[in-house]
């Protein structure tokens, strides 16, 4: 079992910048890939972005350049740093953890933070 806890999100202006942050805790030493998704009212929910124990990250094309995940492995946090921040940026993130126990996946949400961009 893993536990996740975000904090960060609110409300910015167009053009602001905001950080997002999840904390692991419980078997975080099964967890492969953390990330971040975000659900906007009315759509399914989205990848926004995905970094693995490795290091590799991947980006939803429309926060490219944008958005920036890290992961403090010491700390087993995992952090989305936002950037020129849109409008259609606004939603409910979601943070995420895929653990592998005995070649079986299993996913991990948080309860997720609201973002909202407006003037």
């Known amino acids: 079992q893993v536990q996740l806890v975000e904090s960060g999100g609110g409300k910015v202006q167009p053009g602001g910048s905001l950080r997002l942050s999840c904390a692991a805790s419980?078997?975080?030493?099964?967890?492969?890939?953390m990330g971040w998704y975000r659900q906007a009212p009315g759509k399914q929910r989205e990848l926004v972005a995905t970094?693995?124990?490795?290091?590799?990250?991947n980006y939803a094309d429309s926060v490219k350049g944008r958005f920036t995940i890290s992961r403090d492995n010491g700390e087993n946090t995992v952090l989305l740093q936002m950037n020129r921040l849109k409008p259609e940026d606004t939603a409910v993130y979601y943070c995420?953890?895929?653990?592998?126990?005995?070649?079986?996946?299993?996913?991990?949400w948080g309860q997720g933070t609201q973002v909202t961009v407006s003037s």
């Open positions: 970094i693995t124990s490795g290091g590799s990250t």
């Open positions: 419980g078997s975080i030493f099964s967890i492969r890939v």
């Open positions: 995420n953890a895929v653990t592998v126990v005995r070649n079986t996946e299993y996913a991990y």
